[in-house]
């Protein structure tokens, strides 16, 4: 049976396990966290992340968990709607609505999911050695991550398991390697991989702002969900399934600062004389429960998301601003083509060559629609805002105009099996 390392088990790796494993691969899934414990809040999974759900047997779990029927949309801080929608006016437009959940629970139902002949391994550090190609297997070396940082990781060939599945570390620090027929780098923005195999493409770059998320208790009384804009800061806020609300924001910052009174103060002095209920979530918010993120993004596309025998799965292959909510679900479409191109009897190297040119121009596409969201958000000038209030009122009058900055990316179906 041909064999699988996926590195990294976050939603892009899982989802690439359990696509690969009902292909009848045997997968190896490498985490180097000690335990399985997502990073992050929320997650908006799109019309196209339910299809590619659907095609992993997950779609109508995560349907099940829908928790908003109502009108939502766009919002200035104080609280004049810009543009209005409908979870019905997705369905009716893309098929499917938006359905919000936590990442854990996502992580969760596709870590359940997982087929027979997979098997996940965590608290080791991997590194591609070798990506493979037609005449070799790739070759992945391994460290625990109880070892120092700068720990040798063994290429050798006499380190490498017969069928890629055990290896032969015998403790913390020891090196191991092993085999592949295929390797899945899912090891996220900063991926060693990707640098590995394209060490001239520049990395990702500061998108010149920063995030907050976090998962808190509802309101007191309803509040329709919104997105509110104002001069270079967001505030989203969402219902979840379970009956407490997902908040992100953002704001114009420089790479790296850090506010030294605490990060829901700053919240406080950005936004909590905006609309409510903003400044309820804000006063009632624990500190330590809210996670900044400097966001980077790749708008220089790589050549292509494979070498040999290894392929590049989401964030390692097309980091994208958060603006258009379409980064986990574009790893779900990823895991999805991939399982589709790659059968256990395919040729493994021209399989990684059409899961490039299938993802690569699409994935392209909808980072430079997420760039371009990007800059209406961090727009500062009081005219220029206004303007683009002005303009985004004007292009949604109906709750189908509002979603039409989605067409061409919502609207995504899976390809055929080859």
């Not at 088990?9 to 989802?15: M, Q, S, T, V």
């Not at 085999?179 to 060490?199: E, N, Q």
């Not at 097309?318 to 479409?333: C, F, R, T, W």
């Amino acid at each position: 049976m041909p064999h699988a390392l996926v590195l990294g088990a976050g939603i892009g790796g899982l989802a690439a396990a359990v696509a690969l494993g009902d292909r009848g691969w045997s997968v190896t899934v490498l985490e180097r966290a000690p335990v399985l414990e997502p990073v992050g809040a929320g997650i908006g999974v799109a019309p196209n992340g339910l299809r590619a759900l659907d095609a992993l047997g997950l779609g109508d779990a995560v349907r099940a968990r829908r928790s908003w029927d109502g009108a939502g949309g766009l919002r200035t801080p104080s609280g004049r709607w810009l543009a209005r929608t409908t979870q019905d006016a997705a369905a009716e437009r893309f098929g499917d609505p938006i359905v919000l959940l936590t990442r854990s629970a996502l992580v969760e139902l596709l870590r359940s999911r997982l087929p027979d002949g997979v098997t996940l391994r965590t608290g080791v550090r991997a590194t591609v050695t070798d990506p493979g190609a037609d005449d070799r297997r790739a070759t992945v070396g391994l460290v625990s991550v109880d070892a120092p940082v700068d720990a040798p990781v063994d290429a050798a060939e006499d380190g490498v398991s017969a069928d890629g599945a055990e290896g032969t570390a015998g403790g913390a620090g020891v090196p191991e390697t092993l085999g592949a027929d295929l390797v899945v780098a899912a090891d996220g923005i900063h991926s060693a991989t990707r640098r590995a195999l394209f060490p001239a493409h520049p990395a990702p770059r500061y998108a010149g702002f920063t995030t907050w998320r976090f998962v808190t208790e509802a309101p007191a009384g309803r509040f329709a969900p919104h997105e509110t804009w104002g001069r270079g800061r967001i505030w989203g806020t969402q219902p979840l399934p379970d009956g407490r609300v997902y908040a992100y924001a953002s704001a114009v910052a420089p790479a790296g600062h850090r506010a030294p009174g605490g990060e829901r103060e700053l919240l406080g002095r950005l936004f909590g004389r905006w609309h409510a209920p903003l400044p309820e979530l804000i006063g009632a918010l624990p500190e330590a429960s809210v996670i900044r993120t400097d966001v980077h993004h790749m708008t220089d596309p790589l050549p292509a998301h494979h070498r040999g025998r290894t392929v590049l799965l989401g964030d390692a292959a097309h980091a994208m601003a958060p603006n258009i909510g379409q980064g986990g679900n574009q790893a779900l479409e990823d895991a999805v083509v991939l399982g589709r191109f790659a059968g256990p009897s395919d040729d493994v190297v021209a399989a990684a060559a059409a899961y490039t040119a299938e993802r690569l121009p699409r994935t392209t596409a909808v980072v430079r629609r997420a760039a371009r969201a990007a800059r209406m958000t961090t727009l500062t000038s009081v005219p220029a805002c206004l303007l683009r209030n002005t303009a985004l009122a004007a292009a949604a009058r109906t709750p189908q105009a509002a979603l039409r900055a989605m067409d061409g990316i919502a609207d995504w179906r899976p390809p055929p099996r080859t």
